[in-house]
């Protein structure tokens, strides 16, 4: 992974995005323990809040 995408992943506030530049650069979201520790726990910060989303699910029936 080149320098220029590496830094573009680590100031990205989109879960999306850091898996598209990911992609771009040969990483599987399906593989993460394969990226780069850094860009591993990046993703993981942006998508640390959806898990508590699904306790709000039961709520809409």
Known sequence: M???A???ALKTDSALELVRIMYKNG???PE???WPKELRE???NLTAHLSNDF???KEFF
């Open 2 to 4: 080149n320098k220029k």
């Open 32 to 34: 993460i323990n394969q």
């Open 42 to 44: 990046r993703y993981e």
């Open 27 to 29: 990483y599987n979201l």
């Open 6 to 8: 590496y830094e573009e």
């Open 55 to 57: 306790n709000i699910v």
